[in-house]
């Protein structure tokens, strides 16, 4: 059988409304995106991944979505986004859309008629009910909200302005298939699947463990590996991609996902989806508060869960492979060292880290430049509902500011939504205009322009590791063994496909350290692909990718 494109292939990630405004009213736009095409041909990567552009009231910034096939007017319009995805497709790139199969805004069709009366043939299309259970949803407060109308409370994961779709009823279910079946009639390579794991409820809605001294309760077990999980992607999957000419790429995301379950999900054989995001590492440093109660990285707590994921999904299914991205603080200065003197070196080992394990690297816009978290002074510069509902939560607990601006600052969601930084003048080559979101101020030594012909620079080393991946089969596809399980400071692993064995050594860290192999005497003549020959001791940061011949 031959391997699915998606195997050999790297995914970059474009949050539209930060990537590059070509209208000058300081919001991203399709038509931004298109002017910068050259750029993303230029890092070499073969697929892009477009966070939500439809009609929203941008309550959670796109993931409430009111109509699902068109453009919002402040990204431009569907004429754009044929031209878009032509312009792709000319540069031998592919492109997949975020689609937000779990919930609607507020302000969907299908959900003003749903609120408009019990006796609406849509009122079963959300969850509505008399009374609500004690779910707290995922934005720090209650899951359900009380409709003025007719007294009744609807269920919505996320805001209030975000209802849960009902997936229990059928018309529900056709309806999001014939939508996504018109994407990919109008030529889309793809899908990323919103919190798709989320999409099957256990229909009795029981209540949640609440934390001691909290109020709401935790729904998790009931909603994340719901009783119906598999049979709607098999369903979704034989009813929008059986049949069709083309390999697709379905990514869906999936948080609390455990191995086992996504071993099943990512089982070509039984037809769910191709790859997930699993949210393991992106919790590694939250403390016992949740995501920003920061707790200290230990670099062995990322190998053991890096490696879990590695060997389970060895045999059967396949890995995504992602730092962060619009929901996650930016990389380089959450694990890596944002300082002048270690952001270029600690950017570049952990791009190697990530890219040559196996599976599917994703890349999110900026990280090919180091572009680090935003440097926050105040909580009224949170403009992030999730970010927003936090702060006034906290307060409401008695938190000081100084303690919720620690967590803000470390894990909030605008530090990677800032604009992109395409050159040095005055907002970031991104905007003639007044941009939405400031700009970072490191933008005049962290940009594009400086970078894309510096064969020094962050961007080049990226560019590299896409090539490598390219041109390596045993990159994209070599079995995967953890090294040094126990060291602190430095990740090694080996690849192994046929006849060639790869070594990867990466100093996580901002000093020095002495880490010597078992089998020091098989690399010491091995061929370098990256960085210095072995040698048992490694400067700050410092990688090594390693290349040998085996008996096959
Ligand atoms: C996950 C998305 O990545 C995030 O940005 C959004 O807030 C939630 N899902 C709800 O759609």
């Known amino acids: 059988m031959t391997e699915p494109w998606w195997k050999r292939a790297v995914v970059y990630q474009i949050w539209p409304r930060s990537f590059a405004d070509s209208d000058g009213d300081g919001i991203g736009d399709l038509k931004g995106i298109e002017q910068r095409l050259d750029y993303l041909a230029g890092l070499g990567v073969d697929v892009l991944w477009l966070s939500p552009f439809y009609p929203s009231p941008q309550d959670d910034y796109g993931y409430d979505v009111s109509d699902y096939t068109d453009v919002d007017p402040m990204f431009g319009t569907l004429a754009d986004f044929d031209a878009l995805l032509a312009a792709v497709h000319d540069r031998g790139m592919r492109m997949i859309v975020d689609v937000v199969l779990n919930h609607t805004s507020d302000r969907h069709p299908w959900f003003v008629e749903s609120r408009s009366s019990p006796d609406n043939p849509k009122r079963d299309w959300y969850w509505w009910r008399r009374e609500p259970n004690n779910w707290r949803s995922f934005f720090s407060e209650p899951a359900w909200t009380r409709d003025?109308?007719?007294?009744?409370?609807?269920?919505?994961l996320f805001a209030a302005s975000q209802p849960d779709l009902n997936w229990e009823n059928p018309q529900v279910r056709q309806a999001l298939y014939a939508m996504l079946r018109w994407w990919l009639d109008r030529g889309v390579d793809g899908f990323r699947m919103d919190v798709i794991n989320m999409i099957s409820k256990d229909p009795a809605l029981p209540d949640g463990w609440v934390p001691p001294g909290e109020t709401l309760g935790h729904g998790f077990p009931h909603f994340l590996y719901g009783p119906k999980i598999h049979d709607y992607l098999q369903e979704m999957h034989r009813e929008v991609f059986a049949g069709r000419d083309s390999t697709y790429l379905v990514v869906g995301e999936m948080p609390g996902a455990q191995v086992e379950q996504a071993v099943k999900y990512t089982d070509p054989a039984r037809g769910e989806v191709d790859m997930v995001f699993q949210f393991d590492h992106v919790g590694l440093d939250y403390g016992p508060g949740g995501k920003y109660d920061v707790a200290p990285f230990d670099l062995r707590a990322l190998k053991a869960s890096f490696g879990h994921w590695q060997t389970g999904l060895a045999e059967v299914g396949w890995n995504s492979l992602y730092w962060d991205n619009h929901d996650q603080p930016r990389i380089v200065s959450r694990w890596g060292d944002d300082s002048d003197a270690w952001r270029v070196a600690s950017a570049k080992a952990l791009a190697t880290l990530l890219h040559l394990h196996r599976g599917t690297p994703y890349v999110y816009q900026g990280d090919e430049l180091a572009m680090t978290n935003y440097p926050f002074t105040s909580l009224?510069?949170?403009?992030?509902?999730?970010?927003?509902?936090?702060?006034?939560?906290?307060?409401?607990?008695?938190?000081?500011?100084?303690?919720?601006l620690a967590g803000i600052r470390a894990h909030g969601r605008d530090n990677a939504r800032t604009p992109m930084q395409w050159d040095a003048g005055?907002?970031?080559?991104f905007t003639t205009g007044t941009p939405w979101l400031p700009v970072n101020p490191n933008h005049t030594t962290v940009n594009a322009a400086d970078q894309v012909d510096d064969p020094d620079s962050v961007f080049a080393h990226y560019q590299r590791l896409i090539r490598l991946r390219h041109e390596e089969p045993v990159v994209a596809l070599g079995d995967f063994t953890m090294l040094l399980d126990d060291h602190p400071q430095v990740y090694a692993f080996t690849r192994l496909l046929d006849d060639v064995e790869m070594l990867v050594m990466v100093n996580v860290s901002s000093s020095d350290a002495s880490a010597p192999l078992d089998d020091a005497d098989v690399w010491s003549g091995a061929?370098?692909?990256?960085?210095?020959p072995y040698r048992p001791t490694m400067a700050p940061w410092e990688q090594r990718v390693l290349r040998r011949a085996v008996d096959g």
């Open 426 to 429: 005055g907002q970031a080559g």
């Open 527 to 532: 061929d370098v692909v990256l960085g210095e």
């Open 380 to 404: 009224d510069q949170v403009v992030d509902i999730e970010g927003v509902n936090f702060v006034r939560e906290a307060r409401a607990k008695g938190h000081t500011d100084d303690a919720i």
């Open 148 to 156: 003025e109308r007719t007294g009744e409370y609807y269920l919505h």
